[in-house]
Structures are given as structure tokens and as C-alpha cells.
T-cell receptor, first 110, second 116 residues
Framework: DAKTTQPNSMESNEEEPVHLPCNHSTISGTDYIHWYRQLPSQGPEYVIHGLTSNVNNRMASLAIAEDRKSSTLILHRATLRDAAVYYCILRNNAGNMLTFGGGTRLMVKP | DAGVTQSPTHLIKTRGQQVTLRCSPKSGHDTVSWYQQALGQGPQFIFQYYEEEERQRGNFPDRFSGHQFPNYSSELNVNALLLGDSALYLC???????????????FGSGTRLTVV
């Protein structure tokens, strides 16, 4: 499986935008970029995914670089409830499983 | 609409014992996957069940086994428990096309297993 690289931790102030980066330099043409987050004492929660174009949903936006070797998850206004570990995962149709790395622990300060 | 339901939420077992964990998938979902998450680490894939068959398996020993029932619910069994089996066990479900890369999984809150 192609791997992803994320910073171990990031800090943000409440109500400010947060940009969570992910590098995936060995991504293949059929890999989708998925983001999940895990709040304390919860299971992972699907956030967003994309293939080539930028994507928006009610939770976040996903910006994908033109060469697809990196992507950024954007939380437009961080709240204290957004404090979680964010995982960037590559998926293709050849495998059914999610391969989680260490993720980025986001801390939100009031 | 109930999401993925797992039981029990917490469990304490003694080394060498056997344990069974249960999962009810989200309504409309028919595929169930199990993950193990050790403290401070990301979840690790154990196996996936579809149509009552194990479809894919991760790098886990045969002590870990599972079952899927006709109503799509699933069980994870672990035999001969080791201290290292202490972890959060997560169940994830998806609907029929959900294992394609263009869809996401829904996770339960997990069962916290402590082996003493």
C-alpha cells in the first residue's frame, strides 16, 4: 500500500481555520485519498475523500495538489469538538481494508 | 438511525481465557470489518466479513477468528488471550458497494479489552 506522512501534532485556536497536511508521494492513479478522525474514546469517523478534484462537505474541505502527491484537510472554523486524531489514508479498489498510520493529533485552544 | 453497535463496551479477562466481542452493523450495511487499536497507535486491520465468509485478513494469528450471521451481525473471537491483546477492538461496516475505494466506512465506538 502507498504510504502517507503526517505531522504528529498540530495546534489551533478556536474559530480559526486549520490546515492539516498529508504527503503521499507514491500515490498511484487509482488511489483515493480518505480522511478519518478519531475523537477521544470514540471509533474513527469518516470525514471526506477525493480522487483528483477538491472536495467540500459539511465537515471539511479537501484540497488535492495537482500532482496528487500531497493533500490538505481544511477545517474552516475549528471548534473545541474538533480536537481529535486525524488520519490520512490511501485506498484503492484492490483492498478492502484501511491502513492507518499515526495520524495528526489536533489540539484546539479556546 | 442507529450506527454501528458494539458490545460489551469494556471487558476484563485473564491471560489464557477466551473472549467474544459482538458487532451490529449500521442499517443497510452488509460488510463488517474488525480492527485492533493498541494504546497510542492507529487501528490495525484484523479481517473483513461479507456474505458470512472471511473475505480478507490482516496479519493476525489464528487465535483471532470471526463469524458473520445471516442478519449481517458479527462476532470476533480471541482464544488463549495474551497480555498484548489488551486493546480497543473496533468494528466497521459498509453497504454493498462500500468496500470500493469511493466509499467510506462507519465505525462503532469499540470494545475496550483488558487482559490481566
Amino acid at each position: 500500500d502507498a504510504k502517507t506522512t503526517q505531522p504528529n501534532s498540530m495546534e489551533s485556536n478556536e474559530e480559526e481555520p486549520v490546515h492539516l497536511p498529508c504527503n503521499h508521494s507514491t500515490i498511484s492513479g487509482t488511489d483515493y485519498i480518505h480522511w478519518y478522525r478519531q475523537l477521544p474514546s470514540q471509533g474513527p469517523e469518516y470525514v471526506i475523500h477525493g480522487l483528483t478534484s477538491n472536495v467540500n462537505n459539511r465537515m471539511a474541505s479537501l484540497a488535492i495538489a495537482e500532482d496528487r502527491k500531497s493533500s490538505t484537510l481544511i477545517l474552516h472554523r475549528a471548534t473545541l469538538r474538533d480536537a481529535a486524531v486525524y488520519y490520512c489514508i490511501l485506498r484503492n479498489n484492490a483492498g478492502n481494508m484501511l491502513t492507518f498510520g499515526g495520524g495528526t493529533r489536533l489540539m484546539v485552544k479556546p | 438511525d442507529a450506527g454501528v453497535t458494539q458490545s460489551p463496551t469494556h471487558l476484563i479477562k485473564t491471560r489464557g481465557q477466551q473472549v467474544t466481542l459482538r458487532c451490529s452493523p449500521k442499517s443497510g450495511h452488509d460488510t463488517v470489518s474488525w480492527y485492533q487499536q493498541a494504546l497510542g497507535q492507529g487501528p490495525q486491520f484484523i479481517f473483513q466479513y461479507y456474505e458470512e465468509e472471511e473475505r480478507q485478513r490482516g496479519n493476525f494469528p489464528d487465535r483471532f477468528s470471526g463469524h458473520q450471521f445471516p442478519n449481517y451481525s458479527s462476532e470476533l473471537n480471541v482464544n488463549a488471550l495474551l497480555l498484548g491483546d489488551s486493546a480497543l477492538y473496533l468494528c466497521a461496516s459498509s453497504f454493498p458497494q462500500g468496500t470500493l475505494a469511493n466509499y467510506g466506512y462507519t465505525f462503532g465506538s469499540g470494545t475496550r479489552l483488558t487482559v490481566v
